[in-house]
């Protein structure tokens, strides 16, 4: 678009970023994984927010039962690939921006050290339940000496961790043998209260212990509603621009964020 200009368009980011805080967030290169629910708002805030490089990834079509809380969900896009979508979405809020997609995920070791090729971050949001990929994806973030974030939302709350690259890793927060070959193993099994270190207090009303261990398992999928996944995602987005301009200390794993709406709760923690 020939009218587009980077600096009128996020003119009134000046004042909560500097001219040159601004100017880096044009420079970076922020990586994705997942465009479901939390996924696709964050690379809308992220492109908002004036980064210029953005890679999004996932295998995923649309479904009707993403419409209560999925950016890019419409009745319209039912089928579509997700990535594919989302890429279209924030293209448009900014074609200057340098946004490359695929509809192929993380499956591999592979797949994980090309998508943080060139990567200044990298932010998970897949499934719960896809812990072989997370822990691909945070292998090649740490190789590559760069943060890695896992966040996710249920209910009205979100729960984020900063896994630095120097510091503990996915298998040590998780409880899991370190180092495994990862090729070799069917299913990991990780520890309840890694997932859920604080439980809503309308979840003891709405959810059974047992969907609860069911959700853990990637057996079914995280009650989640719009409120949820925005929270989730405008946290991530804070997050990753801290790390990025470094305005804070960052909190670190084994160190968690979990905020609830509903519950009113604001909590920073390091996991027992």
């Known amino acids: 678009m020939d009218n587009?200009?980077?600096?009128?368009?996020?003119?009134?980011?000046?004042?909560?970023?500097?001219?040159?805080?601004?100017?880096?967030?044009?420079?970076?290169?922020?990586?994705?994984?997942?465009?479901?629910g939390v996924g696709g708002l964050l690379a809308e805030r992220l492109i908002r927010l004036g980064v210029g490089n953005i890679k999004i990834t996932d295998l995923g079509t649309f479904e009707q039962s993403n419409l209560?809380?999925?950016?890019?969900?419409?009745?319209?896009?039912?089928?579509?690939?997700?990535?594919?979508?989302?890429?279209k979405e924030i293209k448009d809020i900014n074609p200057e921006a340098?946004?490359?997609?695929?509809?192929?995920?993380?499956?591999?070791?592979?797949?994980?050290?090309?998508?943080?090729?060139?990567?200044?971050?990298v932010i998970d949001e897949m499934d719960y339940g896809a812990w072989k990929e997370s822990i691909f994806l945070q292998r090649a973030a740490r190789n590559r000496g760069i943060y890695y974030l896992?966040?996710?939302?249920?209910?009205?709350?979100?729960?984020?961790?900063?896994?630095?690259?120097?510091?503990?890793?996915?298998?040590?927060?998780?409880?899991?043998?370190?180092?495994?070959?990862l090729n070799n193993i069917k299913e990991i099994?990780?520890?309840a209260e890694r997932i859920l270190p604080v439980v809503p207090s309308y979840a003891n009303t709405a959810m059974s212990m047992n969907m609860l261990q069911e959700i853990i398992a990637g057996q079914i999928p995280v009650p989640t509603c719009s409120i949820g996944v925005g929270l989730a995602s405008i946290l991530s987005a804070s997050e990753a621009i801290n790390i990025i301009l470094r305005r804070k200390e960052i909190v670190k794993a084994p160190q968690y964020i979990y905020v609830d709406l509903l519950d009113q709760r604001f909590v920073i923690k390091a996991v027992s």
């Not at 200009?5 to 997942?34: D, H, M, P, W």
């Open 4 to 36: 587009f200009q980077y600096q009128r368009s996020f003119c009134r980011n000046i004042g909560i970023f500097t001219e040159a805080e601004q100017e880096k967030l044009k420079q970076t290169t922020i990586a994705v994984a997942g465009m479901g």
């Open 68 to 87: 209560n809380r999925q950016f890019g969900s419409s009745m319209l896009n039912l089928e579509r690939n997700k990535a594919e979508v989302v890429h």
């Open 150 to 181: 896992f966040s996710g939302a249920l209910g009205f709350g979100a729960l984020l961790t900063n896994f630095d690259p120097h510091g503990i890793t996915l298998e040590e927060y998780n409880k899991l043998p370190p180092n495994e070959d």
């Open 189 to 191: 099994s990780v520890p």
């Open 98 to 121: 340098k946004i490359s997609y695929n509809g192929t995920g993380i499956k591999s070791e592979a797949d994980a050290i090309n998508f943080v090729d060139g990567c200044n971050l």
